[in-house]
């Protein structure tokens, strides 16, 4: 599931919008019961996490809009599905947003260095956009920094833009003078990054708790509980390892957020999103052809 439509350092203010949501419940749950919803469902499904019906409905038009999902009718009833390009996308994040590749320092580092003409300043912002969103450090002007790991989804990056006549790639080795842990911080803003990661373990840490001690509602409540515990976590979770690229452990500041929140996300996803697909299955009755 990728999050380059939504990608965003806002925060819970962003992640709570209906859109985001829709385009999290498609990623996780959609292509398991068909990839087809209806519009009805949808809209009650999102009502468990206190979403309107008339946002629901602006939502998927607008990323119809964009080209995400496409609408369909089946057996009357009018829905939508993921578009071509929806599971395009989507299926190039799953392996980020949900294998959380975390990089050696022995493994190195790939370095973009790009020149686009001022003529081009709209390419060249869009350049320096999409590096961001793929969690790339900035060493110094045109000249932006990932752990090797990035190196193809760089690459297939750059030439989904057309970028690539104006780009080289380069695999590095930290060899001399700086210090690397200072160098790191000055690439990134490791303060935001951890505040980041602060913020989803005040939020979804004690949800985890909870679930562990048992709490919760039983019957068919339990599992309408589980799927908007595990979308929230899912929704807010998804940006982060976007902005993060997986920096080695040993050069990042102490109590690092980031490897806690890793494990309270994964575990909430072990814990709730079988309950939360059986939920979705039973609210839509798996919905659409497979």
Sequence with gaps: MDDQAENSADGERVNRRPRSLIVSFFGTYARDVGGWIGVADLIALMGGLDVDAPSVRSSVSRLKLRGLLASERIGGAAGYRLSEEGRRILAQGDSRIFGHRVAEIRDGWVLVVFSVPESERRRRHALRAQLTRLGFG?????????????????????????????????????????????????????????????????????????????????????????????????????????????????????????????????????????????????????????
């Design 138 to 290: 900035t060493t110094t002007a045109g000249v932006w920094i990932a752990p090797a790991h990035m190196t193809d989804q760089a690459r297939s990056t750059l030439r989904d833009l057309g970028m690539d006549g104006y780009v080289e790639l380069f695999h590095a080795t930290h060899l001399d003078f700086s210090d690397l842990t200072e160098a790191v911080a000055s690439w990134w803003d490791l303060p935001a990054l951890q505040s980041m990661y602060q913020e989803f373990l005040d939020e979804h840490e004690p949800v985890l708790g909870a679930w562990r001690r048992g709490r919760g509602p039983d019957g068919p409540e339990r599992g309408a509980a589980a799927f908007a515990d595990h979308l929230r976590a899912v929704d807010a979770w998804r940006r982060m390892p976007y902005l993060d690229p997986g920096l080695p452990p040993e050069l990042l500041p102490r109590q690092w957020a980031g490897s806690r929140a890793a494990r309270v996300f994964f575990d909430l996803h072990a814990l709730l999103r079988g309950p939360g697909l059986e939920h979705v299955r039973g609210a839509t009755g798996a919905a659409g052809p497979h």
